[in-house]
């Protein structure tokens, strides 16, 4: 007798190619040896109040190469969660055996903590939007910044601060991190020979800002459960290897000056294009918050009428 499709497996097998394909098509931002500038742009939908999109990722997981999203750390918050993590679960019964080789597992197999912002990069905008993923001692390094009446929203985007990330070293064990932001605001996209913020090009860009959300795959306790067992769905999957691969050794970084502020290079925004092309740079006393939620939600109403023709097409079969 032939089976049934499970409806609801299918739509769940959708929401991972999604989010696959949603990480592949993401420009991930590697942090360089040495200064490098960069801009953290303000949250992706209207809906979100915050810079950064949390993760939890556990390493080494019965061989497995890529990370394993973990979903308590996911659903933290969150009205009935958080749900439960074989993972986590595993880590906290090898830690209360006392015995040290669980120690030891624990140790290599505890949740590490990764948040991911959409960024400029001083000197690459024509690279256009690129997702950073940091760690637990940058993101307190940032929250200093933000906590202080001096700075406030690093990401505001007529009236924010350019960061400055200083990387020392490129080993796991040897690599330390500082953060110092600029002592004066500044659009995120300013005209070289004026000054003017660029609003045109500013509305555009944030109307490309990355769903934050939709980068982090979150497994079920069964998946988990599954690849603790040895059987692995995602072994020859490299998006996950992909997001790994990125900088995790935060843990290492060097918080002592994060004080100090420091300016941007003189030469951060190669962009030529002043405020002219027949624009009125005020944009008619427009407010550029407005005009930004207003992109937003036509980047959301796109997405709203692409399905809503899909299914008339279906409904006209």
Wanted: a negative charge; charged letters at 40%.
């Amino acid at each position: 007798m032939a089976g049934k499709v499970n409806i609801n497996r299918v739509r769940r097998e959708k929401d991972k190619v999604d989010q696959r394909n949603a990480a592949s098509d993401a420009n991930y931002w590697k942090i360089p040896e040495g200064d490098t500038t960069i801009r953290i742009l303000p949250p992706w939908a209207d809906d979100v109040d915050i810079f950064f999109r949390e993760a939890g990722q556990h390493y080494n997981v019965a061989g497995r190469k890529q990370p394993v999203g973990c979903p308590r750390i996911a659903t933290e918050g969150q009205s009935g969660g958080p749900d439960e993590c074989p993972l986590c679960t595993q880590v906290e019964k090898w830690r209360a055996s006392g015995r040290d080789e669980d120690a030891a597992a624990a140790s290599d197999m505890y949740v590490t903590r990764r948040y991911y912002s959409n960024i400029i990069v001083r000197g690459e905008e024509a690279d256009g939007i690129q997702v950073f993923a940091y760690g637990v001692t940058i993101l307190n390094q940032l929250f200093q910044y933000f906590s202080d009446d001096d700075y406030g929203d690093l990401t505001d985007p007529l009236e924010g601060f350019d960061v400055k990330i200083h990387r020392e070293g490129m080993d796991r064990n040897n690599t330390r991190y500082t953060i110092r932001v600029a002592r004066n605001s500044s659009a995120i996209l300013e005209s070289k020979k004026s000054g003017k913020p660029l609003k045109k090009k500013m509305k555009k860009l944030l109307e490309e800002l990355v769903d934050l959300s939709s980068l982090i795959r979150i497994m079920s306790a069964d998946e988990i459960t599954k690849i603790m067992d040895g059987d692995d769905p995602d072994d020859d999957d490299d998006i996950d290897d992909k997001m790994s691969n990125l900088d995790d050794d935060d843990e290492y970084d060097d918080d002592d000056d994060s004080d100090d502020d420091a300016d941007p290079d003189e030469e951060d925004d190669p962009d030529e294009e002043d405020e002219d092309e027949g624009y009125d740079d005020d944009d008619e006393g427009e407010d550029l918050t407005e005009s930004i939620g207003r992109a937003i939600n036509k980047k959301t109403r796109k997405k709203s009428s692409k399905s809503k023709d899909k299914k008339k097409k279906r409904k006209k079969r």
